[in-house]
């Protein structure tokens, strides 16, 4: 329900918008679609977004890109 909230608003290009709608993904298990969403609120949101970022790669066995953002976070 939340995504179809979030689906309908405005504001659909800030980095706001794509954090909450990448959790949103995420709690759905969907997480090949979260990682679009949490790239594009990165940069206003590094600290939010890394761990988002390491726990999608981990469920896509990405090990790469989990151990990429793992680093972030220190």
């Known amino acids: 329900r939340a995504g179809c909230l979030l689906d309908a608003a405005e504001g659909q290009n800030t980095a706001d918008w794509n954090l909450l709608r990448g959790k949103v993904y995420m709690e759905q298990g969907k997480f090949r679609e979260a990682p679009r969403c949490l790239h594009l609120a990165e940069q206003e949101n590094p600290k939010e977004t890394a761990p988002?970022?390491?726990?999608?790669?981990?469920?896509?066995?990405?090990?790469?890109q989990a151990y990429h953002y793992a680093c972030k976070q220190r």
């Open 52 to 64: 988002l970022l390491e726990r999608c790669y981990r469920e896509l066995e990405d090990f790469k």
